[in-house]
């Protein structure tokens, strides 16, 4: 039976940030999901690196001030997939007086240093690019800054990394029993075909997101020291609204925050509701209700009107917030506790937090683990860039592989640049011609990126690649999930592997 120093349960964010941070420090770590990496919250949000500014309004400043220290070290370590954007925030007389919010932003602006990103100003929308597709009622605003996430790819980079210190990443494989035995837990996984293993930890993190209770209540029969109050969090995707690059925030007669920004390139993404769930955490859906509002709200500030049968695509997450009784969903926390139980084998649980402060959590949580398990090494997260991020400046690495490739499509190397940063030079291998990238299954999809997804990224099914790895079902038809079923079936029976690896030049 082999034994680990830390088992990590659940792949989301958290899980895959503790893996790496562990890892890191020389401990052997496995993480196990249930799912696919970032399966559910975590593939959820609405993909900001930010602060939080209205938390400013819940007298949260410890968590904005953190939030936001976190915001430049991740800009820094993955500027492939996480990259600055600047936020509109049109004002009208019903809201908070101007100086008000001048002052709001001045304390976002200078709460925590800023190296990469612009301060905040006040803008006229008669000369600003924004004012453009707004409501004649709207003539001055705020802009200021934040980030832009590719959200699970945030994820898979972290399982890679800690995959790349020596940690085993099993996803499809769920934690199904654990007992503590002397100084270590003994855990029962089950992969999706129903295979079993045992395996020994000297600890374990409880990291399962929306199950964190369920987990020690009903796997590991532990009572749970905190709550987690389940938020559910929709998103519709409709075709672009607006040209430019920037992005808007509105706030909202009901006081809540609706954003409307750029997404994939031919699109805008509107959301997020904040709703009160109760239902199963894997079967979150968006309802009709919540479409209606999203588009209601847009509607409050565009020009051009949205209505539900315009809405392309929409997806839905349950966030696990820690329960602070707040009145409403909108002003629960967005703080994390980290409960660590040491009578016997450790055992520590994460509840709550939020995508941006991913890295510190990860840091905080082995800090209290490490030194029970004989390391007291410290954490290296926040100088090390993650699997791609090794670049200078994001525009200078696309121009340096532009003329490396030139045979490439501008928009497809484009797409790889964003998606596998500097890791693109694995994917594309010794190829020289697209001919050498093997079969094009789908349109822009060649078995090259295909393969490297199953082999380096742990990708087993369609809507893995097409949701997850990336955003390819916005933009393909509606059969690509089943050509693409059909070509990972293939591929790991063996197909078309020893083609690929002769026409690229890959190792056998």
């Given at each position: ?318 966030r696990p917030l820690l329960d602070d009784e707040a009145a409403s969903a909108a002003s629960v926390t967005r703080d994390y506790s980290l409960e ?169």
């Open positions: 039976m082999k034994l680990y120093d830390l088992l990590v349960i659940g792949g989301g964010i958290n899980g895959a940030g503790i893996a790496r941070d562990a890892a890191g420090r020389g401990l052997s770590v496995m993480l196990c999901e249930k799912d696919d990496l970032a399966s559910h919250t975590s593939s959820a949000s609405t993909k900001l690196i930010h602060g939080g500014l209205r938390y400013l309004e819940y007298y949260e400043f410890g968590l904005v001030r953190k939030a936001l220290q976190e915001r430049e070290v991740l800009l820094k370590a993955a500027p492939h997939i996480i990259w600055p954007l600047r936020f509109v925030m049109p004002h009208d007389k019903s809201q908070r007086p101007e100086w008000m919010i001048r002052c709001g932003l001045f304390l976002y602006d200078h709460l925590a240093r800023r190296e990469i990103l612009p301060g905040s100003e006040t803008v006229s929308f008669a000369s600003h690019p924004a004012g453009g597709p707004l409501k004649a009622d709207f003539r001055r605003g705020f802009v200021y800054s934040d980030g832009w996430v590719q959200d699970a790819r945030l994820v898979v980079l972290n399982a890679m990394s800690a995959a790349e210190h020596g940690a085993r990443i099993a996803t499809r494989t769920a934690c199904v029993a654990a007992r503590r035995d002397g100084e270590h837990w003994v855990c029962t996984l089950e992969k999706a075909g129903g295979e079993r293993e045992e395996v020994r930890a000297c600890a374990v993190v409880n990291a399962a997101g929306p199950w964190v209770e369920s987990l020690l209540k009903d796997t590991l029969g532990l009572p749970s020291p905190k709550s987690v109050r389940l938020v559910k969090g929709s998103h519709i995707v409709v075709k672009k609204l607006f040209d430019h690059p920037y992005a808007y925030i509105f706030q909202n007669p009901d006081k809540r925050i609706i954003f409307a920004i750029p997404y994939e390139q031919d699109f805008t993404l509107i959301g997020t509701t904040d709703i009160e769930y109760h239902g199963d955490p894997g079967q979150v859906a968006i309802d009709g209700d919540e479409i209606a509002y999203l588009c209601q709200m847009a509607n409050r500030y565009f020009k051009g009107s949205i209505s539900p049968a315009d809405v392309v695509s929409t997806y839905s997450g349950v660590l139980d040491a009578q016997g084998a450790p055992m520590l649980s994460v509840f709550g937090g939020k995508i941006t402060t991913f890295r510190k959590l990860a840091e905080e949580a082995v800090d209290r683990l490490a030194p029970l398990l004989g390391n007291n090494k410290p954490s290296g997260t926040a100088q090390e860039a993650l699997p791609g991020g090794d670049m200078d400046s994001f525009e200078r690495f696309l121009n340096v592989r532009r003329q490396r490739f030139p045979w490439m499509p501008a928009a497809l190397l484009t797409r790889y640049a964003r998606a596998y940063g500097t890791r693109l030079d694995t994917l594309i291998g010794s190829a020289t011609g697209l001919d050498q990238m093997g079969r094009e299954v789908l349109p822009g999809v060649y078995e090259a990126e295909l393969s490297y997804l199953v082999d380096q990224e742990w990708a087993t099914r369609a809507e893995d690649i097409l949701w997850r790895r990336s955003k390819l079902k916005l933009h393909l038809p509606a059969h690509a999930q089943s050509v693409l079923d059909d070509w990972i079936a293939e591929y790991r029976g063996g197909g078309p592997r020893l083609l690929l690896e002769k026409a690229a030049g890959r190792a056998a």
